[in-house]
């Protein structure tokens, strides 16, 4: 972790929980309204419970560590802590990711074909909302997140 500081407006908008509460909601409603073709059989499924698991998983890890270095997990608040150990030194963003990661997981236990928007739209908004959010952390942290963005790559 490493310190800084900002006085930064509050983020108004739509959070990534919210969104992906939507997104989930509407790959239900389409497998169940239009599923389309039946994509990935048995044992799929499976995979799709382990993606599933994979993306609690991270997201646990990366709140755990957010919460051990005494930040908050608020889009686009003051940024006062740069996270740098656990998921966040192989990703920037391991919150944003766990969402589009558990998103596959679903649409894989779905096995059919229009749950996929889900996930591809998740993960298109999320690309849009954290390059404005990293904006503003720079702003924030300074050098110290620049040298983190040299370090560690957006997604993967």
């Known amino acids: ?64 560590c957010f919460v051990r270095a005494g930040a908050e997990a608020r889009p686009f608040e003051d940024a006062s802590v740069l996270v740098v150990d656990g998921p966040y030194r192989f990703t920037r963003n391991p919150m944003y990711l766990s969402i589009v990661v558990s998103l596959v997981g679903v649409a894989l236990v779905m096995g059919t074909l229009t749950p996929w928007l889900g996930p591809v739209a998740m993960a298109l908004w999320l690309d849009g909302f954290t390059r404005k959010e990293e904006r503003h952390v720079r702003a924030a942290l300074g050098a110290d997140y620049e040298a983190y963005q040299a370090r560690v790559r957006r997604w993967f």
């Open 1 to 64: 972790m490493i310190g800084g500081g900002s006085d930064a407006r509050p983020w108004r908008g739509p959070t990534p929980p919210m969104i992906s509460t939507i997104v989930l909601i509407a790959m239900f409603a389409s497998h169940f309204l239009w599923p389309g073709a039946v994509l990935l059989p048995w044992p799929w499924d499976l995979v799709g419970v382990v993606a599933l698991a994979a993306g609690l998983g991270l997201a646990v890890w990366a709140m755990i």
